[in-house]
């Protein structure tokens, strides 16, 4: 693809575009030993340098482990020189933070390599500079932690802490990035000491400066996979590596990897780095996957929810989208206790797909660890959807009228003899929530409205086309003023732009809001739909029809594959969150949309 289009004048909601930046991790670079193959990590950073080099990136930040050999291994200061003369191909300045591969492991009794040592970080400052420092950019103030040295008692450690808390009170008024090598945490400010984390005593003493200083990112290595956290204004990032990724972090994942993927090493969808956009009024950090190629590479620039604009689809989440995973206790990294990780990558490809809107069920507004998630979501602009089935009790709407500021709509499935009581139930609550309640016909056995053969198990949510004229008598009879909308459901076999066509028109005659949910899934639960050329197709048909009909907010079910049990189908992502064909298609057709609004807007 082109470079990141160059400055420019386009609104966006983050103001006027200043300058882009890259942000790298962990490129593992090993010895090249005359006469022998270049190392694959080698291959696929000297990659990402030719690809970037014509980005024009301001700078560059590495995050650290820009070497394999730890300090007390043959060829490790063999291998950092390499890494300066191939970082000289950028063309841009380049700032590093030190790893544990570079300078040595955090200081614990438990840590599976020698700790840092003075030796170490010299030796270090010899080819990349201090191990510590700040870089200024107009209004843009970037702090570069040395993150080994954090809880270990050095000389070293106390300088820098000294260095870190006036740089931070002299850049007040300014803009400040930090760039570290660990991550102060994964999954909770709280957690406990892993192989993974900074140190609880210096977390604390970390985290404390970020929120009274409003740090307003911070970029971390170490993981080698892409997760993301908020703690109040300030954004964490976790990067995914340029040369392999951490086996330990496969078993985030509901589907084993394969010995092809090396058990995960080689799992080429987790690796990439970040294009940082930095705007008047904020930032826009892309995960730019590399596939883990060699050569000449194909990269584009992926969409984000701080983008103008969105893709013009609605995903529903079967899966569950932000899973606590407990990794199992195993060398060589953490022997002795489980690790706690989130999955994120639903959420990275959500971001890359540029769909804002959200469908789920209601127990994730109602699961306080969930529901602080969907808040992290909604403040960089997704809207849910909560769909609930039945009349609402007390309970549920204590609930959604407590948490009204992330319901964008909720969808009530139920049987439609009981509208009029949902009117009276829920009629008081909507009028002084202003939260947009929608009306799905409950169609299941019990009713007897699912229109499939004789004795074959069926529930479903949604009105079918044909239930026009009975949705729209109940949304002017006992639901007028209550319900803001109606929900339909279209059958993967439907025939999509005349359904549409009829939606369009009943949302034009009634004001109201009328979504469609168009199934992946076949007409019974022992078809499997697995032809990636069908569901890419439909996919795009999808696409453009939604453009065609903005009345109608079309939504897609389902976003991740079902591979197993009932209705299998493939989605726009696998179980390990890497593309199938009708989501890459979808992710790039929103990145040639970003690129268009970049050169163009």
Known sequence: MPAPGPPDAAPHPLGRHLFGFAVVADSHLEPEPAGLALPRSNARNRSVVQALRPWGPRFVLHLGDIVHPVPEAPGHDLTMALADRLHAGLGAPVFCTPGNHDVGDKREDIAPAKAVTDDGLRGYENVFGPPFRQVDFGQVVVLLLNSPVLGSGLAVEAAQR???????????????????HYPPYLVQPGEPSSYDNIQPAPRQWLLDLLRRHRVEAVFCGHVHNAFYNRLDGTEIYALPSTAFARRDYSELHRSAPSAGDEFGRNDTGRLGFCWVDVHERGHVARLVETGGGT???DLWLPGHPKDPGETPLGLTLRHPWCEIVELPCNPPVDEFERRAARNDHPVHALWTLGVRR????VGDLLDARVRERVADM?????RYTF????LPDEELLAALRQHAALVDRWECVLPLQRAPELARRAGPWVRETGVRLLLANLRSGMAGNTRKQ???HDAAPGFLVDEAGVA??????PLAGVAAGLCFGLPRAEALEPALQTLSLLAQDTGAIVTATLSLMGAGPNEAHTDDEDTQALVAQALALAQRHPGVDLQLDTFMDIDRGYYVRHGLVDRRSNWRPAGLALARARAAQIEHHRLHA
């Open 162 to 180: 000294r260095w870190f808390e006036q740089a931070l009170q002299q850049a007040r008024g300014r803009r400040v990035f930090v760039a570290t």
């Open 295 to 297: 050569g000449a590479l």
């Open 358 to 361: 959200l469908r789920v069920p």
């Open 378 to 382: 909604v403040a960089l602009g997704h």
């Open 387 to 390: 769909f609930s089935v039945g």
């Open 454 to 456: 004789p004795g074959q």
């Open 472 to 477: 729209r008598d109940l949304l002017r009879g």
